[in-house]
């Protein structure tokens, strides 16, 4: 019997492999494979029960268990999946076709200078005292559950009260500083915490919640070390460390893709 294998059937294999190459590095970042594993295991076990040996009972239980279990993965995998989407959603060639839809509010979505470089003098003098600070800076995605986690402000950009708010008798200064429209929204505030095995074991818990929040979302972390004072920026997953006062600036100044 001749096996009728087109073009159409190389493209299809190739994605699913794609998909599950795809799949096998995400969960290795977010230390679920092991889950990941057993999931696959499943799969096999239940197509070779159902389709190969044929078994009717055994495959109509295994069918059931298959139909709840997309709630079940969804539940299990409910991190991975938005970063999945976030991912796409924030590839360089739709931020392009968004930024275009959106650009007759560019004017509201420019960073003045002057409204930032507070924030430069400021991380400037915390990291000559080495002061702990995290500073995270709201872009196109709104932080609304993330302020709300912690004690609302509203205040104009002032380098005094941010440099007061992570003085280290401050009640506030273990929380992250929220900066949304070109305000101090909140300060105090609780950031998910990245779990990425690539963290640089001498970086702390400071990194790790701005390495999280740049997950998540497209906001820019700005972040002083109180043990070295160094100034480091956690943006789109990635780290930039050891900054001086130029590259931060634009970093805070310049429009990014």
Known sequence: MPIDFGIKDFIDIFLVALLLFYCYKVMKESRSLNIFFGVLIFIVFWLFISQVMEMRLLGSVLDKLVSVGALALIILFQEEIRNFFFTLGTHHKVESFLKWIRRGKKNEKQTNKDEMMPIVMACLNMSKQKTGALIVIERTLPLNDVIRSGELLDA???QRLIENIFFKNSPLHDG??????????????????????????????????????????????????EETGNISVAYKDVFHLRLSAEELERFLTEERS
């Open 156 to 158: 104009n950009i002032n």
């Open 176 to 225: 992250a500083l929220i900066i949304s429209k070109n305000r101090i929204k909140a300060a105090g505030c609780i950031l998910p915490v990245s779990h990425s095995m690539d963290i640089p074991k001498e970086l702390g818990l400071r990194h790790r919640a701005a390495k999280g929040i740049s997950q998540e979302t497209d906001a820019l972390a700005v972040i002083v070390s």
